[in-house]
C-alpha cells in the first residue's frame, strides 16, 4: 500500500460532537488524500473508539487532515484479528460509545475485512451506520467507457492457474460488466488467462494507480492488453474491467426446457416473463412456446 498523497488544504471546521453511538464505517481515500468526505473526518474527529485494518495508515491520514488522536484507543483489527477484538468491541457498543472503523484504502469490506464485525453487530442488534466515500471498483468504472447499467465485482481470483482458469469460465457469460482486483506482479498472468477463457476480441481496461501521481488507464481488448502488459514491470493498485459477452444465440429447443421447468411452478404468463430475461429472449415468443408445451 502506497502513502497516501497530496496535503490537506486549510485546517477544516469540523463538527465532531454530533457523532452518534455505533459502529460507523468510514470509506477512506484510494490515494489523494483530499478525497476524504467532511462526514468521514467528523466521525474520526469525534469517535469514542477508533478501529482501523491498518493503525499506522489512519493515524497518517489523521495528521494530514490535523485530527488528533488524543487519549482515544486505537484498535487493529484485520484479517488475522481473533474473535477477542470483535467481543471487545461490541462491548464498547454495548456501552453506548461510538465507533469508527476505517479501512486501509476505499470502502470497508469491498476486499477489505470487516465482514465478520459487521455481520456481528447486525446479529447484536447494535447500530451501525457508513460514511460512504471512494471505492477502486467503482472509479474505475467511471472511468473504463465500459457498460456501468450492470456490472459485477469479481474482486480477487485465485492465483493459481487452473483454478483461475475455472473461476473465469464460471461467470464468462454473465451479462455485465466484469470487476476485478488483482496484483501487479500476477497481472500478466491474468490477463492471458482472460483471452484464453473469456476470448481475444473481448474490449477491456486495466486501471493503474487510481487518484495517484502515476494514474493510468489503458483500454483494449484482452489480446491487446495481454500483450501490452506481457513485458512490462507493473506497480500499484490494479483493478481490471471486462465487458460482458457477447449473448449466445437461444434455441427455441432451450427455451421449451427451461419453460417446462418454470411451468411446475408458475404460470404460463408468469413462465413466459420468467425464461424471457432468464435467457433474454422475447416474451412474446416464450409465450407462444410455453402455449404449446404438454399441459401435463
Known amino acids: 500500500m502506497q502513502p497516501l498523497s497530496g496535503p490537506s488544504a486549510s485546517p477544516l471546521k469540523l463538527d465532531p460532537r454530533a457523532i452518534p453511538p455505533g459502529l460507523h464505517l468510514i470509506a477512506t481515500p484510494i490515494g489523494a488524500a483530499r478525497d476524504i ?45 481473533g474473535d477477542g477484538v470483535i467481543e471487545r468491541l461490541l462491548g464498547v457498543l454495548r456501552e453506548g460509545k461510538s465507533v469508527a472503523y476505517a479501512s ?30 471512494p471505492c477502486a471498483a467503482i472509479c474505475a468504472l467511471t472511468l473504463s467507457g465500459l457498460p456501468s447499467d450492470r456490472f459485477l465485482f469479481a474482486g480477487f481470483i485465485p492465483s493459481s492457474q ?41 474490449q477491456a481496461v486495466v486501471c493503474r494507480e487510481l487518484t495517484k501521481r502515476f494514474e493510468e488507464v489503458a483500454r483494449g481488448t484482452l489480446a491487446e492488453l495481454t500483450e501490452e502488459f506481457s513485458e512490462r514491470d507493473v506497480k500499484g493498485e490494479v483493478v481490471v474491467l471486462v465487458d460482458r459477452a457477447v ?5 427455441e429447443e432451450a427455451i421449451a426446457v427451461a419453460l417446462d421447468q418454470a411451468l411446475l411452478t408458475m404460470r404460463v404468463k408468469d413462465a413466459a416473463t420468467f425464461v424471457s430475461q432468464t435467457l433474454g429472449v422475447s416474451r412474446k415468443i416464450a409465450y407462444q412456446i410455453a402455449l404449446s408445451r404438454p399441459k401435463d
Do not use: N
Not at 478501529?51 to 489523521?62: F, P
Open 37 to 81: 468526505t467532511l462526514r468521514a473526518l467528523d466521525v474520526l474527529a469525534g469517535a469514542d473508539v477508533l478501529v482501523a485494518e491498518d493503525t499506522r495508515t489512519l493515524k497518517h491520514l489523521m495528521e494530514i487532515h490535523g485530527i488528533p488522536v488524543g487519549g482515544r484507543a486505537m484498535i487493529a483489527y484485520h484479517d488475522h484479528s
Open 104 to 133: 486501509e484504502a476505499g470502502t470497508p469490506l469491498i476486499s477489505d475485512p470487516g465482514f465478520e464485525l459487521v455481520r456481528a453487530v447486525a446479529a447484536a442488534g447494535l447500530p451501525m451506520t457508513a460514511a460512504p466515500g
Open 162 to 202: 487452473s483454478a483461475r482458469r475455472t473461476a473465469l469460465a464460471e461467470i464468462a457469460q454473465v451479462q455485465a460488466t466484469l470487476i476485478f482486483y488483482e496484483s501487479p506482479k500476477r497481472l500478466s498472468a491474468l490477463l492471458t488467462d482472460m483471452t484464453a477463457t473469456l476470448g481475444t476480441g473481448r
Open 247 to 251: 449473448p449466445e444465440e437461444v434455441t
